[in-house]
Nanobody, 123 residues
Framework: QVRLVESGGGLVQAGGSLRLSCAASGRTFSNYAMGWFRQAPGKERDFVAVISGNAGTTYYADSVKGRFTISRDNVRNMVYLQMNSLKPEDTAIYYC????????????????WGQGTQVTVSS
């Protein structure tokens, strides 16, 4: 059973930065793509970014491209989301997830989820 634990969320002013971390259990971490999703109140869970198992491929949602950077450390079983130039519309609960296969761009491509971490961006 894979366990994913996010951390690093908080309250930040618009224009600021946060770095989210996700710690994963298991010995096959590098075999799977890892993604970040977010869900704002009253909205669906949206794709943010994904990184392949060997970190050779990344994809980003258009809304975060150029501001967010996903990375991973396969030795420490960690995945990160560096968020810069934050906007109030980035406010959401951010979830780390492990892809079932490939580098999925939708939540149905992921079989394991963390509990989420709240990010709030004030204007």
């Amino acid at each position: 059973q894979v366990r994913l634990v996010e951390s690093g969320g908080g309250l930040v002013q618009a224009g600021g930065s946060l770095r989210l971390s996700c710690a994963a259990s298991g010995r096959t971490f590098s075999n799977y793509a890892m993604g970040w999703f977010r869900q704002a109140p009253g909205k669906e869970r949206d794709f943010v970014a994904v990184i392949s198992g060997n970190a050779g491929t990344t994809y980003y949602a258009d809304s975060v491209k150029g501001r967010f950077t996903i990375s991973r450390d396969n030795v420490r079983n960690m995945v990160y989301l560096q968020m810069n130039s934050l906007k109030p519309e980035d406010t959401a609960i951010y979830y780390c997830a492990r892809a079932s296969q490939g580098t999925g761009l939708t939540s149905t491509d992921y079989g394991n989820w963390g509990q989420g971490t709240q990010v709030t961006v004030s204007s």
